[in-house]
């Protein structure tokens, strides 16, 4: 759905104080409570609006509360976002009011959703349809999951490929507290799987992630040994210069991605290479050259007092 459409049902649908009021249990939902005193200015959007538009998840939040307290459903929705309305239906009229593919492929998708079972797929599913240029069709043939399974758990639990432009909202779902987490050691060891499936995806191609995610290797693992060889180069000087200028090349002198690119470093300039060549991967800050050639140093210095038991 869109952010119009999100902001109209937003201001109908029951908010969380109401749903625990009616139907008691906690609620652990997002709310807006002013700091106190008057509010010097107003917000472009109604507090309701932001609480919704940050859950992915908001076409089922909507339809399931809209039925709950006997609302009618307050638009017309286009496209693909029909399935919340179909949602509503059988919610309130009961399942038997869809027809049996609409009914079977909600009930599916809710499983996908909510089943501690179909925990692996929903993960799978979330990376593919995060792909820039994923499309619900494209998941489904490379999933073998039923379109209108899919679609409608795209539209209902995981809505990202609507508000795909909106570039801080894609961000919020994979890097919430920015790229600096995978900076730190043991970063992969203690990220959960599906997190870090999620940020593959949000950076690399479709066949990539379907590939992490166990799928058959694709024709992108035949390329040329040079080709990969490049490209891996070029990425391991890429995040390493990033780590330098964000200030973190004295984070942890044994940090993988630094010892590996002073490696590669080092062992090209024995090779006779010049990295300084835009034509050869990329081109490295002067600095980073030198606080990684300090940092070598220093470390073969202390390499050499501890062989000789100084």
């Not at 119009?4 to 939902?29: C, H, K, M, Y």
């Not at 909507?62 to 039925?67: Q, T, V």
């Not at 179909?86 to 996908?112: N, P, V």
């Not at 992490?212 to 390329?223: C, E, I, M, Q, W």
Request: aromatic share 12%.
């Amino acid at each position: 759905m869109n952010s119009f459409q999100i902001n109209r049902l937003a201001q109908i649908v029951p908010s969380a104080t109401d749903v625990a009021r009616r139907f008691g249990g906690q609620i652990d939902e997002g709310g807006f409570i002013p700091a106190g005193g008057e509010m010097l200015f107003t917000l472009p959007h109604s507090p309701q609006f932001y609480a919704a538009y940050e859950r992915p998840d908001f076409g089922w939040i909507a339809a399931s509360r809209l039925a709950a307290f006997h609302l009618d459903f307050p638009l017309q929705l286009t496209g693909n976002d029909h399935w919340v309305f179909k949602a509503w239906a059988a919610l309130r009229f009961g399942i038997h009011h869809l027809s049996e593919e609409d009914g079977r492929a909600l009930q599916h998708a809710w499983a996908l959703a909510y089943s501690p079972k179909c925990l692996s797929r929903k993960q799978v599913l979330q990376a593919l349809l995060l792909n820039e240029g994923s499309t619900c069709e494209r998941v489904a043939a490379a999933t073998a999951v039923p379109l209108p399974v899919v679609t409608a758990f795209e539209v209902l639990f995981f809505d990202v490929i609507s508000r795909r432009d909106d570039l801080l909202f894609i961000r919020n779902l994979v890097y919430p507290q920015s790229r600096f987490t995978e900076m730190t050691e043991g970063y992969s060891a203690r990220t959960d799987a599906s997190v870090l499936l999620n940020r593959a995806a949000y950076q690399s191609d479709f066949d990539t992630t379907l590939f992490l995610a166990g799928f058959r290797p694709k024709d992108f693992l035949d390329n040329a040994a040079e080709v990969c060889s490049s490209q891996f180069q070029r990425s391991l000087l890429q995040v390493g210069a990033v780590m330098a200028n964000s200030g973190m090349l004295w984070f942890d002198r044994q940090h993988a991605t630094l010892a590996a690119t002073r490696g590669f470093i080092q062992a090209s300039k024995l090779a006779g290479e010049d990295l300084g060549d835009e034509d050869n991967f990329i081109s490295l800050s002067q600095a980073f050259r030198q606080e990684l050639g300090r940092v070598s140093a220093e470390m073969e210095n202390e390499a050499r007092v501890k062989a000789f038991g100084g």
